[in-house]
């Protein structure tokens, strides 16, 4: 069965700076998609960003990009220029047959 | 255009009551998914449907869940004899199609059973 770990519950960052949020999956799986979901207080679910597992390339969105390890199972998501509007909820998740999983969160709080 | 939409926004109602929560996907999305976000389980999928297919129940923790897909687009999610552990926020989310499409979701129904 695949798992996704968040394993940092609460992260903050000065606005303008730049920070990162681990996660790690496990999957026997070659072929799979990862995304990073957003959840803001309006309890909203935000795509950030995707990432196909068979493309070597990192997926970057403007301010976002992940840094994708496939042989090491890892996929975190870094916020250049961090702004207040990133204050939220982040969720990693990993999706195989159309269902996604999803890790435990990262609070993320941007401080002026 | 728009996205999708869930009613009501939130829902009270007392142990052993039947709730309907209801999804309508974005149009054109012929996928449709839902899923319980609680504090103790986290984000978990519950069901989805697929176009004419039969749908994946496989996350329904119990046999008094239940939903249904209607002309291939509205979704109702029925809950029966509601306990105080089916308190949570239930999301729907709906793609262009099943397998690895992105998925959208909605804002979510946030159901407290007394």
């Known amino acids: 069965a695949q798992t996704v770990t968040q394993s940092q519950p609460e992260m903050s960052v000065q606005e303008a700076e730049t920070v990162t949020l681990s996660c790690t999956y496990d999957?026997?799986?070659?072929?799979?998609?990862l995304f990073w979901y957003k959840q803001p207080p309006s309890r909203q679910m935000i795509l950030v960003i995707r990432?196909?597992?068979?493309?070597?390339q990192n997926a970057t969105e403007n301010r976002f990009s992940v840094n994708f390890q496939k042989a090491a199972k890892s996929f975190s998501l870094k916020i250049s220029d961090s702004q207040l509007g990133d204050t939220a909820m982040y969720f990693c998740?990993?999706?195989?047959?159309?269902?996604?999983?999803f890790g435990q969160g990262t609070e993320l709080s941007v401080k002026p | 255009g728009a996205g999708v939409s869930q009613s009501p926004s939130n829902k009270v109602t007392e142990k052993g009551k039947d709730v309907e929560l209801r999804c309508d996907p974005i149009?054109?999305?012929?996928?449709l998914y839902w899923y319980r976000q609680s504090l103790g389980q986290g984000l978990e999928f519950l069901i989805y449907?697929?176009?004419?297919?039969?749908?994946?129940k496989s996350g329904l923790p119990s046999d008094r869940f239940s939903a249904e897909r209607t002309g291939g687009s509205v979704s109702t999610l029925t809950i029966q004899r509601t306990q105080q552990e089916d308190s949570a926020v239930y999301l729907c989310?709906?793609?262009?199609?099943?397998?690895?499409?992105?998925?959208?979701f909605g804002p979510g129904t946030r159901l407290l059973v007394l």
């Open positions: 989310a709906s793609s262009l199609d099943a397998g690895e499409e992105t998925q959208y």
């Open positions: 999957t026997s799986e070659n072929n799979y998609y």
């Open positions: 990432q196909e597992a068979y493309k070597q």
């Open positions: 998740a990993f999706m195989k047959g159309g269902k996604l999983i």
């Open positions: 149009s054109g999305h012929t996928a």
């Open positions: 449907f697929q176009g004419n297919s039969a749908p994946d």
